[in-house]
T-cell receptor, first 112, second 116 residues
Framework: DQQVKQNSPSLSVQEGRISILNCDYTNSMFDYFLWYKKYPAEGPTFLISISSIKDKNEDGRFTVFLNKSAKHLSLHIVPSQPGDSAVYFCAIMEGGSEKLVFGKGTKLTVNP | KAGVTQTPRYLIKTRGQQVTLSCSPISGHRSVSWYQQTPGQGLQFLFEYFSETQRNKGNFPGRFSGRQFSNSRSEMNVSTLELGDSALYLC???????????????FGQGTRLTVV
């Protein structure tokens, strides 16, 4: 059973608009969440993270929101740029280890 | 500061052979984790090494093994290769320090293994 779910395999937005990527998780004990961006044939690149003691973390154009009661995580990118086109993975870091559990990813396409 | 280095970038092997992949973590990082990425299963955790000890293991058969050296460099080995082992193998390094629970993992570019 998937512990981390990204239900939208793809998302297409216009340049300059907001991109919202969503992620749901099953275990309320998870306490550290990360977003990675991945281009084809490259390793994932860390974007932003949030711990369960916060409900929002912002870094430039990227903001992550955490709704613990809904067990829901979202990544907002505003304004979106064509260079943001990539696959975005949400991940949780399991307690007591460095193990990351990834969602299946959402392919974001930002159209000029 | 150099990033995570994985070698080789590409490999083609025949069924039944074995393969060894290498990963050099970011300087100062002591934790190295390995992941397999396939189109069907996504990114799946293989194992993690910290200070030369396997600290965590994913749900992969015993054909998949690894080790870590005193300089934190790590290797993973896959024996008796199967067609289904064709994947992108990614290595991630992190500080692994117990000081802070919250640490990011940084990935290498991966090794693309094709089994024919």
């Amino acid at each position: 059973d998937q512990q981390v779910k990204q239900n939208s395999p793809s998302l297409s937005v216009q340049e300059g608009r907001i991109s919202i990527l969503n992620c749901d998780y099953t275990n309320s004990m998870f306490d550290y969440f990360l977003w990675y961006k991945k281009y084809p044939a490259e390793g994932p690149t860390f974007l932003i993270s949030i711990s369960s003691i916060k409900d929002k973390n912002e870094d430039g154009r990227f903001t992550v929101f955490l709704n613990k009661s809904a067990k829901h995580l979202s990544l907002h990118i505003v304004p979106s740029q064509p260079g943001d086109s990539a696959v975005y993975f949400c991940a949780i870091m399991e307690g007591g280890s460095e193990k990351l559990v990834f969602g299946k990813g959402t392919k974001l396409t930002v159209n000029p | 500061k150099a990033g995570v280095t994985q070698t080789p970038r590409y490999l083609i092997k025949t069924r039944g052979q074995q393969v060894t992949l290498s990963c050099s973590p970011i300087s100062g990082h002591r934790s190295v984790s390995w992941y397999q990425q396939t189109p069907g299963q996504g990114l799946q955790f293989l194992f993690e090494y910290f200070s030369e000890t396997q600290r965590n293991k994913g749900n992969f058969p015993g054909r998949f093994s690894g080790r870590q050296f005193s300089n934190s460099r790590s290797e993973m080995n896959v024996s008796t290769l199967e067609l289904g082992d064709s994947a992108l193998y990614l290595c991630a390094s992190s500080s692994g320090a117990a000081v802070s629970r919250y640490t990011e993992a940084f990935f290498g570019q991966g090794t693309r293994l094709t089994v024919v």
